[in-house]
């Protein structure tokens, strides 16, 4: 048996294919891992970016007690509305005059729409602020997006003492810049007083509640019964309508009456025209929307507060039972 006799050319061409799928193979491992290295640095390059707005938003908030018009008692001022507004120029501190966290500058933060106070914050990504106390462990200041599903975060933060008003505990504030889902923006309807005993469509009112931790616009809801539909307006012209966080707002076709009736609360709006829908009788579903947001509520005499002073009340904001009950507008 003669021995097999390979080839020179058949030799040389193996040699030349199997280079070529070397090199080929090699470039893709080189590709796939400057891909890589590309995006690490980016995702660095973002996080350093995460890190240094942390920590810049804990140095405007531990900063000084804050400032607008020259006053520091920014809090007491409302977004959009009067002739001194949040969003003009503010300069958000939250300690009051001894250098502690001040809880009713804490609680201001509720006052902000979501993008106006990250910009005014000068943070491009989305943005959470918290402050816990340590004794008692409880969450006493909430403002902005969740973290909690985000894939990338950074926190910064700073321990001090929280003035409550009546003591101050130990506590800590926590920033957190991170990605992550849009902020939610529902509303939900919780009172309606639709047969009030003073008789007159301006007497009638219905309250909606925010149960975000930010404020929410209101220009573009609408609130509508089976027959019409009205916007939201504000009672002066010129001026931002939102509703703050985990606050209500009252709807109505004069605020001045309901305040001369309740008490001149603030977040009291008025419809487009002279009803709300068309009058709120006493078999009405009453719809507030948003884009494809609804939320609805049906009502007859039967269920009660037909021209007894009482109102029809959620039991919880976003639950579907409603009973009569001592009509407690402004509350939730």
């Known amino acids: 048996m003669k021995p097999r006799t390979i080839k020179t050319e058949d030799a040389v061409t193996h040699v030349i294919e199997f280079t070529m799928a070397l090199t080929i193979f090699v470039l893709l491992i080189q590709s796939f891992t400057s891909a890589m290295n590309y995006r690490i640095g980016i995702d660095l390059d973002n ?50 005059s001894n250098g502690n966290l001040d809880k009713d500058k804490c609680e201001a933060l509720g006052k902000f729409p979501y993008n106006p106070l990250r910009n005014e914050l000068e943070v491009s990504q989305e943005l959470r602020i918290e402050i816990r106390t340590i004794v008692p462990n409880e969450s006493v200041c909430v403002w902005g997006g969740d973290p909690s599903g985000a894939s990338i975060s950074v926190e910064s933060e700073r321990y001090m003492l929280y003035n409550s008003g009546s003591e101050l505990l130990p506590s800590l504030l926590t920033v957190t810049v991170f990605e992550g889902n849009t902020l939610g923006n529902k509303i939900y309807l919780t009172e309606v007083m639709y047969n009030p005993t003073n008789t007159g469509i301006d007497y009638e009112w219905i309250e909606v509640y925010n ?13 509508a019964d089976d027959v019409d539909k009205d916007k939201i307006l504000p009672e002066n012209e010129d001026d931002i309508i939102v509703i703050p966080a985990k606050k209500v707002a009252i ?31 006493k078999n009405e579903t009453l719809i507030l929307s948003k884009g494809s947001f609804e939320d609805t509520f049906s009502y007859t005499s039967s269920d009660g507060a037909d021209g007894n002073g009482k109102s029809l009340t959620r039991s919880c904001y976003n639950c579907k039972v409603w009973n009569e009950a001592v009509a407690t507008p402004n509350t939730i």
């Open 47 to 96: 996080n350093d970016n995460r890190v240094v707005m942390a920590r810049e938003v804990i140095s405007e908030l531990t900063g000084s007690q804050g400032k607008i018009n020259n006053v520091t008692n920014w809090e007491d001022f409302e977004f959009g509305t009067g002739e001194s507004q949040l969003r003009n120029g503010i300069t958000v501190g939250l300690l009051d």
């Open 211 to 223: 149960p975000n931790p930010t404020a929410i616009y209101l220009e573009n809801w609408v609130i």
């Open 251 to 281: 709807l109505t076709t004069s605020p001045t009456t309901y305040k001369s009736t309740y008490g001149n609360y603030e977040n009291v709006f008025s419809v487009e025209d002279n009803a709300i829908g068309n009058g709120l009788g």
